[in-house]
């Protein structure tokens, strides 16, 4: 992928990921997506997280507040969910503690 290509890809998953939180898997299929290639992906990855655009612990806490708050889901029902976007077990520790 050229230069100017990859820039604008930052800038599409960077609007992406700051309208609403995301973890890493979405962010990273989005990103393949976008035709980038797996150093290309980790990358920007590592740049989101940088730049906090990317946070999973972040992720974990909106996602389990907004389950139970809005869709009245049980804490098994969001830790399963949390798990089948890959989160890490602290991540889905950090999220349900709140």
Do not use: D
């Amino acid at each position: 992928m050229e230069p100017e290509a990859l820039t604008k890809a930052k800038q599409k998953i960077a609007h992406y990921c700051a309208y609403q939180e995301r973890c890493q898997q979405e962010v990273r299929s989005k990103l393949y997506q976008y035709g980038l290639y797996k150093n290309q992906v980790e990358e920007t990855l590592a740049w989101l997280i940088t730049e906090g655009y990317l946070n999973e612990e972040r992720f974990a806490k909106t996602f389990a507040g907004g389950k139970f708050r809005v869709k009245k889901w049980g804490k098994l029902k969001i830790e399963q969910a949390l798990k089948q976007k890959q989160l890490s077990s602290y991540c889905i520790r950090k999220g349900m503690a709140e």
